[in-house]
């Protein structure tokens, strides 16, 4: 996995890094993407550049805790990584990150957009329940955990569109959870080789498998095809609900996020034509295919549709109600003597005819994505 920037040395951690971070530190972010990972940079490319940098930090810090606790080997060494990880974010929540550029940049992202602490905290409990190997019995219990590992991305990327109204939050959350579920079909084959089962251990009797006992020798059956088909289609009924929150968010931003579900969702397309057989094979979307798909979210986008109004589901309502009982930002900068429109960054309002270079930028970025991949395939 790829590693963040170095953490400080103990003797480091009493300096106080500065409160606004620097352009060294957002470039810093942004290489994390560009080397992490090509399809979100790809994806980020539809974003307005007033929020890009935001979302990079967001991406970054992401990164870096999972890389802190997943670089650990055993649940004692994995147990004190999330204790660090605590304490970073104490530190950035008190205006005084580490001095490591993703802290700095994250740290400017809270201040800056005032996310409530209760999302980054669920985040990292999400990565507390993995170093732990928690295991998943109910459907329930695995959007519990979604709601923490990606959900929670969700909630935070709408804040950064400058968006709080509780729908959308809810639909954003949707998106997460049916993202997560897509990551969990797609990767059965390859969390069983490493010992790990995400997929609900209820269903899997209910289909006749007994869990542990498929653990010790993970082989694809017409059952277990039957269990990935079930969440399959609980990641499309959410993603069928998520996609009507994106009117919700500025013309700008609509894309990015259109994009983003409709490659995810592509993912679990690809499970399905395989005969659900994510046992012996990864699912993988060639970036040929990523591009066209791309390129018709972009203006799918753009089309008007209703919010659907539904509760968010059980198991992420706290992050909507995290955002919703927060303190308005506009109250205590007016208490600080702020105006009010300088309360909160304003919702980007990059006109939507710029959509067509975003397009054209990410289709070349998808063209040499397929040219390393085949590069990769061709010296492996």
Same mark, same amino acid.
């Given at each position: 996995?790829?590693?963040?920037?170095?953490?400080?040395?103990?003797?480091?951690?009493?300096?106080?890094?500065?409160?606004?971070?620097?352009?060294?530190?957002?470039?810093?972010?942004?290489?994390?993407?560009?080397?992490?990972?090509?399809?979100?940079?790809?994806?980020?490319?539809?974003?307005?550049?007033?929020?890009?940098?935001?979302?990079?930090?967001?991406?970054?810090?992401?990164r870096?805790?999972?890389?802190?606790?997943?670089?650990?080997?055993?649940?004692?060494?994995?147990?004190?990584?999330c204790?660090?990880?605590?304490?970073?974010?104490?530190?950035?929540?008190?205006?005084?990150?580490?001095?490591?550029?993703?802290?700095?940049a994250?740290?400017?992202?809270?201040?800056?957009?005032?996310?409530?602490r209760?999302?980054?905290?669920?985040?990292?409990?999400?990565?507390?329940?993995?170093?732990?190997?928690?295991?998943?019995?109910?459907?329930?219990?695995?959007?519990?955990y979604?709601?923490?590992?990606?959900?929670?991305?969700?909630?935070?990327?709408?804040?950064?569109?400058?968006?709080?109204?509780a729908?959308?939050?809810?639909?954003?959350?949707?998106?997460?959870?049916?993202?997560?579920?897509?990551?969990?079909?797609?990767?059965?084959g390859?969390?069983?080789?490493?010992?790990?089962?995400?997929?609900?251990?209820?269903?899997?009797?209910?289909?006749?498998i007994?869990?542990?006992?498929?653990?010790?020798?993970?082989?694809?059956?017409?059952?277990?095809?039957?269990?990935?088909?079930?969440?399959l289609?609980?990641?499309?009924?959410?993603?069928?609900?998520?996609?009507?929150?994106?009117?919700?968010?500025?013309?700008?931003?609509?894309?990015?996020?259109?994009?983003?579900?409709?490659?995810?969702?592509?993912?679990?397309a690809?499970?399905?034509?395989?005969?659900?057989?994510?046992?012996?094979?990864?699912?993988?979307?060639?970036?040929?295919?990523? @591009? $066209?798909? #791309? !390129?018709?979210a972009?203006?799918?986008?753009? %089309?008007?549709?209703? &919010?659907?109004?539904?509760? =968010? +589901?059980?198991?992420?309502?706290?992050?909507?109600? @995290? $955002?919703? #009982? !927060?303190p308005?930002?506009?109250?205590?900068? %007016?208490?600080?003597? &702020?105006?009010?429109?300088? =309360? +909160?960054?304003?919702?980007?309002?990059?006109?939507?005819?710029?959509?067509?270079?975003?397009?054209?930028?990410?289709?070349? %970025?998808?063209?040499?994505?397929?040219?390393?991949?085949?590069?990769?395939?061709?010296?492996?």
């Amino acid at each position: 996995m790829l590693m963040s920037t170095p953490e400080p040395a103990p003797a480091d951690l009493s300096e106080s890094a500065p409160l606004s971070a620097s352009a060294e530190d957002a470039h810093a972010c942004r290489q994390l993407i560009r080397c992490g990972s090509l399809t979100f940079h790809a994806a980020s490319l539809f974003l307005p550049q007033d929020r890009r940098d935001p979302c990079y930090a967001l991406y970054a810090f992401c990164r870096m805790a999972d890389d802190a606790v997943d670089n650990e080997e055993g649940a004692a060494a994995k147990a004190l990584g999330c204790k660090r990880l605590y304490e970073r974010l104490d530190r950035i929540y008190a205006g005084q990150p580490w001095a490591d550029p993703v802290d700095r940049a994250f740290a400017e992202m809270v201040r800056t957009h005032h996310m409530p602490r209760a999302l980054p905290e669920a985040l990292l409990e999400g990565m507390a329940w993995d170093a732990e190997s928690r295991q998943y019995e109910t459907i329930s219990d695995l959007r519990a955990y979604a709601a923490r590992v990606a959900a929670v991305v969700g909630a935070m990327m709408t804040l950064l569109m400058g968006v709080r109204d509780a729908q959308v939050l809810a639909r954003a959350c949707d998106l997460g959870v049916a993202m997560q579920l897509t990551n969990i079909c797609r990767d059965v084959g390859e969390d069983a080789r490493a010992g790990r089962l995400f997929l609900p251990r209820a269903w899997m009797r209910e289909a006749g498998i007994d869990p542990d006992a498929w653990l010790a020798d993970p082989q694809l059956t017409p059952a277990l095809a039957g269990v990935v088909k079930r969440l399959l289609d609980e990641a499309d009924a959410l993603y069928d609900r998520a996609l009507t929150g994106i009117v919700g968010l500025p013309w700008g931003c609509r894309p990015a996020i259109q994009s983003a579900a409709v490659l995810y969702r592509a993912i679990g397309a690809e499970v399905r034509r395989a005969g659900y057989d994510s046992v012996s094979r990864r699912a993988y979307v060639s970036a040929r295919k990523k @591009a $066209v798909l #791309a !390129a018709r979210a972009a203006s799918a986008a753009l %089309l008007p549709r209703r &919010v659907d109004p539904a509760p =968010a +589901l059980d198991e992420t309502a706290f992050l909507v109600e @995290a $955002v919703v #009982a !927060a303190p308005l930002p506009e109250e205590r900068r %007016l208490f600080e003597g &702020v105006s009010a429109t300088e =309360a +909160l960054p304003l919702p980007s309002a990059t006109p939507w005819w710029r959509m067509g270079v975003r397009v054209a930028w990410t289709l070349d %970025l998808f063209i040499e994505m397929d040219r390393r991949q085949q590069a990769e395939h061709f010296y492996a």
